[in-house]
Every structure is written in C-alpha cells, then in structure tokens.
C-alpha cells in the first residue's frame, strides 16, 4: 500500500509527547512468514502536555489483542495509527500490552524486521520500528528495553539484541530462547534484535578503568577470516575514544552484525552495530586499500554513535546532525589520528574536502538542497544526505577552530571541554543542535566562538555554500599589505537572502620564492607564521605590516570553512603556492585550481589545442618526482578533478563535452609524463607483504595512478607491451589493491586485454559478493566507446549474479552508471534517461529507499544543454507520473521538477 498526497512535516511544529514510554518488554517469536510479537509497555502521561488520545504509529502490522492495565479496551484506528482515548486519567503509570504479527520474508524495503540470507535483522532508523510493533516511533521517548527471542533452534541458534544477555535456554520442539536487558534508555530506532546461523570473532579487552568488555564480530559461516581488520578498528575505537575525549565503553559486551542485505553502511543500534558487509568483511585478497581505510572509519563512526547519538539523542529528526554531524567530525578525527604522521594526516583531510566538494557543494546548489538542520521534509529518510553529515562535521571542525588559543593552535583541547560539559548537562536526554553548540561555547567563554554564537548557528539554519572573495593590495611605500575578505551567499529553495555567516579563515604568506612570511596584524605586536581570521560581516579588510615585498596569500588552509574561495590569484601565484605551500591541503588544491582553470577555459574558448600549459605540465612533473612529497599526496595532485566537479564550474553544461575534454587532459598528462610515470610505477610498484598502513597504501596507490597513464599512453600508440606488463601484474598480484588496479587499468584504457582480465576476474571471485560488486561497477563506470556502456549494463543485469533486490548489487551497476558515468548516461538519444526512469520505478516498487536515492541522479538537470535538458525533464516527468510513487521518490521528483 502506498501513502495518500505527502504532506510536509515542519520543524516549527514540534510539540513534546503527550505520553512518556518508561519500559519496554519485547517477546518475539520468530518465523520468517508470521512473526509474533508481544509489546508491553508501561506509560504515563506528560504533564506539561494537554491531555489527548495516545496515539501509536504502526505500518504493515496485524494487530491481534489490545489490553490496558491486563483489560480490554476500546480503540480505533486512523490511518496507520493506532489511537486509545479511554486511558487511565491523571500522572499514575499505566500498562499497555500489544500483540501483533508482521511477515519478515516478505520486507522487501529492508526496514523494521526483515529476513537476509535465512537470517532476522532488523532496521529502525528512522522510522522501522513501527513496522515491528504499535509504538511512539519518534526518538525523543526513551525507555528500557527487555527482550526476549524464542526460534527455532537449528535454523536460528544465535539470538542477539540490545545491551547484555541474562538468560538463555531450551524450549520445547527443538527452539531455545534469549533475554537481553539493555540497561541505558534509548530511543526506539535504536533497537535491534538479530537471529541466524552465525559464527562470531570475539576479544576481551580491559578498559583504562580496568573493566573487561567482550567484543564480537558476528558474520555468516565462511567470512571469519575477513573479520580480523573489522576487530582491530573496533579495538582502536575503544582505546581513542577513551583517550581522546574521556568516552569509556558503556556496556559488558559490544557486537558488531555483518549483513549483505543493507541499505545504509552501517547501524548503531546500542551494543548491537548492524553493518552492510562491505565495512566490515576484507582481507588483502578480496578487499582494496580504500576497502580497509573506510572499514575503519565506519567502525570508529557507529562506535562513536555509542555517546554521540545514543547517550544523549535527537530531540526530533530535524536535528538528525546533531549526532550525524558530530560523528563524522569524531570519525575524522580518529582517522586522521590512526594515520599517525602530518602527511598521512594531511591527505585524508584531502579526501574528506574532496567527497565535500564533489557531492555537498553540488547538493547546495540544487533542488535538494536545504540547511544542515533542515526546516521541513516529507520523508525522513531523503534527509540522510551530505549535507547532514559531512556538511554537518565541517560545521562541528570550525567550532573547533573557533575555541582555539595560543596554548591550543587547533583547539582540541578547548573543543574537548566543551564535549565534556555537552555530556554533564545532557547524558541520556534527546537534545538540539541549539544544546549543543551552546555547550562548546559556554566551556570556552572567551573564544570566538562564544563571542559569536548566534551568527555561528546560521550554519545550521541557512543552506548554500558560501561565497568567499579576497583580494590583497600591497603598499611598498608602507611595507603593508591588506586582505579584504567578503562573502555572498545564493539563494536556495525557500531562502531567497542570506545573512553573514562566521566563516574562520587561517592563511599564511609567502613570499614569491617560497618562504613562509611573518604574520603581524597593523595594531598588534603579535607575529605569527600562520593566523585564523573570523569574518563575521559581509566585508572586513586586514592590513598586514612589516613587509618587504608583495606576499602570495595562502588562504583557507586546511580548508577552514566549507565555501567556494575566489581570491583572484594569478597563474604564476597559484604555482608558487604548488611548489612551495608548507599547508598540504593548498599545495594540493592550487593544483586542482590550475588544472580545472585551464579545463573551464578551454570549454568557453572551444578550441582543439592541448588544454593543459608546459608550465603546468612541469610543475605536474616536479610533484611527481618530489623527493620529499608522500606517495598518497602525489597521487592526489595528480589526479584530475572529476568530470562531475568540472561540470559543477559550469552555468550550462553538455556531458559530452566535458567528457571529451577531460579526457584530452589525461591523454596529455599521460603522454607528456610517460618516462615520469614509467619511473613511478617502477618505483613504487613492490612493497613488500601486505599492509594497509597509510604509507603501503600511498604506494599503491600513486602505481596505481601510473599503471593506468602508462597504459593509457600505450593505447594511443599502438603499443601492446606496457598493458601485457599490466595485464601479467594483474594475474600475479598478491594482493586486491593490486589486482584491481591493473585491473581498472585495462579497462579505462579500453585494451582488448580487458576483456580477458574481466572474465578471469570474474572466474575467481565468483563467490565472493563483494568482489562481484567491485567487477560490476568497474564495467558500468568505464569510459564511453560510442555508447557501449549502456548496452553493457543491460547485458549485466540479466546476468546470474545481479539482483535488483540486493542495495549493494543494485549500487553497484545502477548507480555507478546513473551517477558515476555522466557521459555515458547522458545520450543524446535519451536512452540513460529512460534507462534511469525504468530502474527508479522497478526499485521504489521494491525498495524506496533506494529508489530515492537512484531518483537523485537527476537533480541537477535544469543546467544541462539540449536537447539533454528536455529528454530529462520528460524522464523525470514520467516518473512523476505515476500514481502510486512513494513519498521517499516523490518528494526528490517534486523538488526537482520544482527547480526548472
């Protein structure tokens, strides 16, 4: 059954509950047609709230006994709602007990209760508990949880929920039972329950209190061995957590379940982490270097969910950042820490900017775009978005900035002082990202922060990426130089003006031959080599005294603040700034400035000559061949922006252009540095038994990079030798990283030897789903031959191993054409688009979840050129079409049919 016309939940509109939830005694009996599920509750009524009915949110239930107090009562239903008016007056606690039924095999969105590979998971976040049982389904009503589990015991003999397990048995007719008691209230969306056939890496650990905690890895027969790297992170969590911040484990035993029916990455149901298996399931032969680094990182993300987001919660979804956005920043930072030394440090630092920049800064500019606590939404789940979380931690990293001092350059310590207070006023309550914010600037009252908290908190209510001008004059008269800073802001859906917004800009000055140049502020006897100004108006200027010569202005280092910076910087600034910046993250962005300069040129003067300059074409060179520069670094400079982000640059944009432009760019890249890629890959190729540390990785990564020019220079010659070499290192590599890299080679290149490695690569991972994954999106995300991919990817969904049911097989071919491969989706012939139509249409019949996420492919096709632009529209109209869409679909369509 599909939902009426949606309507609009506002944020304004929240009202507290009218009745408090204090425990809940859960008893499932599990059968994968006809679970029975047994809710009792005891209530009360909220006295600040207005006497009225309680009603209970319930989806897909079949409702069976009712009884108030141990009595029958009367009660109706409203829609989905289960609504009981005769309850017991006044504050006295009262007992509800629901019995229902729900059909798990049947759960084909994979949210509340559902069965995966034979076994019970379950999904609530945000809104799948009710479809498990009658409930207050909103995560401000925290209660405890008692639960007991009765299966059968053969096919289930694992039975897991939350928090830790006091008794466990045998039944009659072959079943067995658990009860857990979780002994720290939680929200419902943090319940779950799990049941199968599963075998489990376990480790004891001691805390810095002293206190023994179980952890356990629980994952299907036959995947243990990829469980260790997944253990190890869960280890380093714990340990940095406590460290870093103060935080211990809060439980005897915490657990870790890998499903490969998931729609997310991962869960942090309280002491029973629910993951997609591509975060936890790697060893060196099925999983790549960035398999490991993301494994860690989600690990350490859902640990860190343990305090941030389950100790202390949402008061309503519309603060969802509040623990989204805290965690990635918390995430982050323990990634950044794991990687140990400046320059590994440095570069996941770039890649996090990256993914901001490609996906964030795109979703700010379009019709989805809406602030990091947003003010509306139709359906939650489309709200799980860039913006909440990555947007969201670059907004926690500048409070951070902002409560620094002389004693604490970046400010941890002072932003740890202000988590523990955050803690001290909120443990266990649903709060706001008003509570927040307050608390890290209360525990810092003279930091910038505090002195301009409310202009801060704009962050959170005003979407669009930030506009920031600078421009600099130097008087050689004075020996000075000032910086003027201004910032815009664009409109976006519903907010058509913007206010200032605090915007923290550390910089540096260099002089032209690469020295790093004092830092003193006219006024001030202060001297400094790298400085953080707050803009807080729409313009302030900043005179800099004691200067011999015109400085090269090093802005926005470390990428301070998440805007778009214009700073008006020439050519031969932005070299200087690549040879010689001593802040890693604008060496590396003034080289994805020249690079993307020159690409966004060439388009707007449509000429056919080499786009990229000898200038930079040496300066390209001179990186790679670097003594001192990381690997990883390397790699990173030498990769050019995505077609995507190219495309962002653009008011109209043809697909096909800048496919073939960037294109044109590797070439020249290729050709102009082969004997420098030869010496790379030559390099930097052996290293040795496997490690995904940051440096082994780096490595790999930059041959990698290599491996692919060089064959890419090869095809453009004729020459059959160099993907031979290739094609040899990818049937002996001794390791995936490896593989796949000759691998993806072969096929960017389009050498007739790829073929042969897809269907080798295929013959020996055909029993590994995640692998099978990595083939299937390698071939839907390859360049376009004259529209070849298309045909492809419909040849590979009739193939025995895709599933359209399965979210990481759907992924993995659907969306990394639809999303990943804008010049193969985007025809001319209109046939990706109504390729995109017929999949959203089958997936929201299945899933809407996913089928939203899918939807989103289209968001931005208002700014394509024709006849793109209205052989999308008449895709997005044909979704929009039909009757029965799904809220999840129907709110993206809207939107984006809004924004022509």
């Known amino acids: 059954m599909r939902e009426g016309q949606p309507t609009a939940i506002q944020r304004e509109a929240y009202t507290a509950p009218a009745f408090w939830i204090d425990t809940v005694d859960l008893t499932f009996d599990l059968d994968p047609a006809k679970t029975r599920v047994l809710n009792k509750m005891r209530l009360r009524r909220n006295p600040d709230v207005a006497a009225q009915a309680l009603r209970l949110d319930g989806e897909d239930l079949n409702l069976a006994r009712v009884l108030v107090n141990g009595g029958g009562t009367s009660f109706k239903m409203d829609g989905a709602q289960l609504v009981l008016e005769n309850l017991p007056e006044g504050t006295e606690p009262f007992d509800l007990e629901i019995f229902t039924t729900c059909n798990p095999e049947k759960n084909t969105q994979l949210m509340g209760l559902y069965v995966s590979n034979d076994s019970f998971f379950t999904q609530c976040e945000a809104e799948g508990f009710r479809r498990i049982t009658y409930f207050l389904d909103r995560p401000d009503v925290m209660a405890s949880y008692t639960v007991t589990l009765r299966a059968d015991k053969a096919k289930y003999p ?293 002195h301009n908290l409310s202009t801060f908190k704009r962050w959170y209510s005003q979407a669009g990426t930030p506009r920031l001008q600078a421009r600099g004059a130097y008087n050689a008269a004075e020996r000075s130089y000032t910086l003027t800073l201004s910032q815009s802001c664009p409109a976006t859906p519903g907010q058509d003006s913007k206010q200032p917004f605090v915007i923290p800009v550390t910089l540096g000055l260099l002089s032209r031959d690469g020295q790093a140049l004092p830092l003193q502020l006219a006024g001030s006897a ?36 998440p805007v778009v910076l214009d700073d008006g910087l020439s050519t031969a600034d932005l070299l200087c700034l690549l040879a010689h910046d001593s802040d890693p993250f604008n060496q590396w962005e003034a080289g994805q400035r020249l690079m993307l300069q ?91 038994a496997y490690s995904p540390d940051a440096q082994s990785s780096g490595r790999r990564a930059l041959a990698g990079l290599a491996m692919g020019m060089l064959c890419i220079a090869a095809v453009q010659v004729g020459d059959d030798v160099t993907p031979g070499r290739v094609y040899q290192q990818f049937k002996d590599a001794g390791n995936m990283t490896d593989r796949f890299n000759a691998l993806s080679a072969l096929v960017v290149s389009g050498h007739a030897l790829a073929n042969d490695a897809l269907a080798l690569f295929h013959k020996l991972f ?109 895709a997005i109209e044909r979704v929009a079409a039909k009757a029965d869409l799904s809220n999840d679909v129907r709110e993206v369509i809207s939107r984006a049919l809004n924004a022509a």
């Open 598 to 688: 020159s690409a966004v040129q060439a388009l707007s003067q449509d000429n056919a000559g080499p786009v990229l300059s000898d200038e930079l074409i040496n300066a390209m060179r001179n990186v790679l061949r670097h003594p001192a520069l990381d690997a990883a670094f390397k790699d990173l400079a030498l990769t050019l922006p995505s077609e995507n982000y190219i495309a962002d640059q653009l008011s109209v944009v043809d697909p096909q252009r800048v496919h073939a432009l960037r294109e044109a760019m590797r070439l020249q890249l290729a050709t102009a540095l082969q004997a420098d890629w030869q010496w790379a890959w030559d390099a930097h190729k052996n290293n040795g």
């Open 158 to 450: 694992v039975l897991l929920s939350n928090g830790n397990l006091v008794e466990q048995g045998a039944l009659e007719d072959g079943r067995h039972f658990a009860k857990w008691v979780d002994p720290h209230k939680k929200p419902c969306y943090l319940f779950a329950l799990v049941a199968g056939q599963l075998v489990a890496r376990e480790q004891r650990i001691l805390s810095r209190l002293g206190k023994e905690h179980l952890l356990q890895v629980f994952v299907r027969p036959g995947d243990l061995d990829k469980t260790e790297h997944a253990m190890n992170s869960l280890m380093a969590s714990v340990a940095w957590d406590e460290a870093r911040f103060g935080l211990p484990l809060d439980l005897e035993r915490f657990m870790i379940v890998a499903t490969s029916d998931f729609n997310m990455g991962a869960m942090e149901n309280k002491g029973l982490n629910i993951f997609n298996t591509k975060f936890v399931l790697a060893n060196p032969n099925t999983a790549t270097d960035m398999d490991f680094g993301n494994i860690e990182s989600v690990v350490g993300h859902e640990y860190f969910h343990n305090w941030t987001g389950n100790r202390i919660t949402c008061r309503d979804w519309f603060q969802l950042s509040l623990k989204e956005g805290l965690t990635v920043f918390r995430d982050q930072e323990f990634s950044q820490d794991m990687a140990g030394v400046a320059s590994a440090r440095a570069v996941k630092r770039i890649e996090d900017v990256r993914v901001l920049r490609t996906v964030q800064f795109a979703e700010d500019a379009g019709p989805m775009a809406h602030p990091v606590r947003p003010d509306s939404y139709v359906e939650i789940n489309n709200f799980y978005t860039v913006t909440i979380y990555e947007k969201g931690s670059e907004v926690v990293r500048m409070m951070q900035t902002l409560v620094a001092t002389p004693n604490d350059l970046q400010g941890r310590d002072g932003f740890a002082k202000g988590m523990k207070l955050y803690f001290e006023r909120h443990d266990g309550q649903a709060v706001t990202c008003d509570d927040f914010a307050q608390a890290i600037a209360d525990a810092n009252p003279g930091s910038a922060l505090a």
């Open 526 to 561: 202060e001297t400094l080599t790298q400085q953080t100004l707050v803009l807080t108006e729409a313009s302030a200027s900043y005179t800099f005294v004691n200067l011999d010569s015109e400085p090269v202005p090093s802005l926005l280092r470390g990428f301070s603040a």
């Open 766 to 874: 055909q029993h590994e789903a995640l692998v099978i994954d990595k083939w299937f999106a390698l071939q839907a995300g390859a360049p376009d031959r004259a529209g070849d991919v298309l045909p492809r990817v419909r040849q590979l969904m009739q193939h025995a191993d895709f599933s359209l049911r399965n979210p990481n097989r759907a992924r993995s071919l659907i969306f990394s054409y639809c999303s990943a491969n804008p010049a193969a989706f985007h025809r001319a012939d209109a046939a990706g688009y109504v390729y995109w139509s017929e999949q959203v249409l089958a997936l929201d019949a299945i899933n809407p979840q996913v089928a939203a996420r899918l939807a989103r492919a289209m968001d931005r096709w208002s700014r394509l050129a024709e006849p793109y632009r209205s052989a999308a529209k008449v």
